[in-house]
Nanobody, 116 residues
Framework: QVQLVESGGGLVQPGGSLRLSCAAS????????MSWYRQAPGQGRELVAL????????HYDDSVKGRFTISRDNTKNMLFLDMSSLKPADTGKYYC?????????WGQGTQVTVSA
């Protein structure tokens, strides 16, 4: 059974930084692409960043390019999202997603709030 557990969210001031982590289990982590999605209050879920199974290829939404970095450690079954120069518009619940099939597998999410 796929399990994805996010951590690292919190309250941060504009311009600050956070590192989100996702611990994966229940599947062969190194075989699948992974991504981070976020959902702002009252909005749908949107793709933030995507990384290939080996980590060689990444993709970012235009709104986070140059500020966020997605990475993974296949030896520890971990996914990361390093976020810097955070803006209030980055506020939302961030989800770790495993591209294990057509329906994907989702974690429970971790809240990020950017506010002065």
């Amino acid at each position: 059974q796929v399990q994805l557990v996010e951590s690292g969210g919190g309250l941060v001031q504009p311009g600050g930084s956070l590192r989100l982590s996702c611990a994966a289990s229940g599947f062969v982590f190194s075989d699948f692409g992974m991504s981070w999605y976020r959902q702002a209050p009252g909005q749908g879920r949107e793709l933030v960043a995507l990384i290939s199974s080996a980590g060689a290829s990444t993709h970012y939404d235009d709104s986070v390019k140059g500020r966020f970095t997605i990475s993974r450690d296949n030896t520890k079954n971990m996914l990361f999202l390093d976020m810097s120069s955070l803006k209030p518009a980055d506020t939302g619940k961030y989800y770790c997603v495993a591209h294990t099939g057509p329906g994907k597998s989702w974690g429970q999410g971790t809240q990020v709030t950017v506010s002065a």
